[in-house]
């Protein structure tokens, strides 16, 4: 006998209910309820609408922008691209202006984002906090950067998948706490001035010049110039100058190529007149660990002696390796790049808080264990290190070395009466 199919009360409600129950969960939330029944679908089908200019487009979006609860849009333009509004709970606006194709180099723009608390403003306007923008392109760049000027209680933006996108300037954004920025080709600059409660910036992408200005409260910064340079030149000044804007944070990721190219500069960390005195959590992402960049990496912790953890990851796609050959001003250099392994190890600082270490994706060829080596060796107060989720990191006594079965690597400590062992999770830690 079938088991009767038991009724959906839900979903028998009228539909102004059904849109408030909507309207108290997250956009995210929204989307997987959507799926359990069609009248939960039809709540997501989006409206659709013609425009006939931009102008119009800038009025439609400000009012859905005043609505509460949760509503779709579809805008076609007569230009045959359209733009998708979406409005979540708790001020999430999602924009995606999808296109037709164009060469990026032929429909350059730039964002301009200048958010004042002008009494012109509307306040209707502060209920704008979390903003997506997806897609684009030259010819709504203007609209869109009057609108999120307008939208001066912003929280949280993202920007991604924008062609021909070259600049981002964003200036007097008192409550921008987190930035992300993603898959934009063409950009060269990003400005961020005066964000005094900014939390957390992300960039991904290829390599570009960022200029941080007045951002006290940025605690997490990731730069990863996976692309490599893309269609842009590195400089050495711009690079050192990013840095230092961002040496009072707790956490950060860069991408290795980055420091390598610092060092084949000529520049000698160690020297340098600032520090990383509060980052406690580096991640590096590497597409290899090569000598070079073992001793870049060696070199980049002099400036770095409050660090608790680091983490090497491999990006086997995506990531572009980016080879910068050697200044002809050796006397410049930082030393690493003339001096053979064992004066790198012995003059390595000593990594007095590092706690945890942790390396994903490598082979662990010769050059991945000479710096699991050096780690080790200055590492005095290291807790934990995990090598691709297979193999840990133990310290036993002298004595106990005869109870050591097969598949393990041997590295003395020094100064003390023990070995550390890089052990397969297979193997019982001592």
């Known amino acids: 006998m079938l088991m009767e199919e038991k ?12 849109h408030h129950i909507m309207s108290k969960v997250s956009l995210k939330e929204a989307v997987q309820i959507s799926s359990l029944s069609t009248s939960w679908r039809s709540l997501m089908s989006p409206s659709r609408l013609s425009l006939s200019s931009n102008l119009e487009l800038k009025e439609i979006i ?32 999602h924009l995606n202006f999808s296109q037709r194709k164009q060469h990026p180099l032929s429909s350059l723009f730039g964002l301009i984002i200048k958010q004042t608390s002008s009494p012109l403003s509307r306040p209707a306007f502060s209920l704008i906090k979390t903003l997506h923008l997806r897609s684009i392109s030259r010819l709504v760049g203007h609209t869109v950067s009057d609108l999120c000027s307008s939208w001066s209680s912003i929280e949280s933006l993202k ?12 200036e007097s954004s008192l409550c921008l706490k987190n930035l992300e920025v993603c898959d934009c080709p063409s950009i ?64 950060l990721q860069l991408s290795s190529w980055l420091i390598e190219a610092l060092c084949c500069a000529g520049v000698i960390f160690s020297k340098l007149d600032f520090q990383f005195r509060r980052l406690k959590d580096l991640k590096v992402m590497c597409s290899q660990i090569s000598a070079k960049t073992r001793d870049s990496l060696a070199c980049f912790l002099h400036i770095a002696p409050a660090l608790e953890e680091l983490q090497l990851i491999r990006m086997e796609e995506g990531l572009s390796s980016v080879e910068f050959p050697l200044s002809q001003h050796q006397n410049w250099h930082e030393p690493h790049l003339w001096k053979d392994y064992a004066t790198v190890k012995d003059e390595a600082c000593r990594l007095k808080h590092m706690k945890k270490i942790k390396m994903k994706g490598f082979s662990m060829g010769r050059d991945e264990l000479l710096w699991v080596d050096l780690l080790l060796h200055n590492g005095i107060n290291l807790r934990e290190m995990v090598v691709d989720d297979i193999w840990r990191v133990a310290r036993i006594p002298r004595t106990q070395l005869h109870c050591i079965k097969p598949q393990y690597l041997i590295i003395p400590c020094p100064h003390t009466h023990s070995y550390s062992l890089l052990i397969a999770d297979s193997i019982p830690k001592f």
Not at 7 to 18: A, C, K, T, V, Y
Not at 68 to 84: E, I, K, N, Q
Not at 159 to 170: A, H, P, R, T, Y
């Open 188 to 251: 060269a600059r990003i400005v961020l001035a005066s964000a005094p409660n900014l939390n957390s910036l992300s960039y991904k992408g290829a390599f570009t010049l960022v200029q941080l200005l007045n951002n006290p409260n940025l605690e997490r910064a990731a730069l990863d110039f996976r692309d490599g340079l893309g269609g842009n030149e590195f400089n050495c000044e711009d690079s050192l100058s990013l840095l230092y804007s961002v040496k009072d944070i707790e956490s």
């Open 62 to 93: 400000q009012s859905l922008s005043e609505s509460a609860g949760f509503r779709t849009l579809t805008l076609h333009h007569l230009d045959a691209s359209s733009t998708v509004c979406t409005l979540g709970t708790n001020g999430e606006l």
């Open 7 to 18: 009724p959906d009360p839900i979903s028998r409600l009228p539909n102004e209910i059904l």
């Open 159 to 170: 920007i991604e998948k924008c062609i021909g996108l070259q600049s981002i300037e964003i």
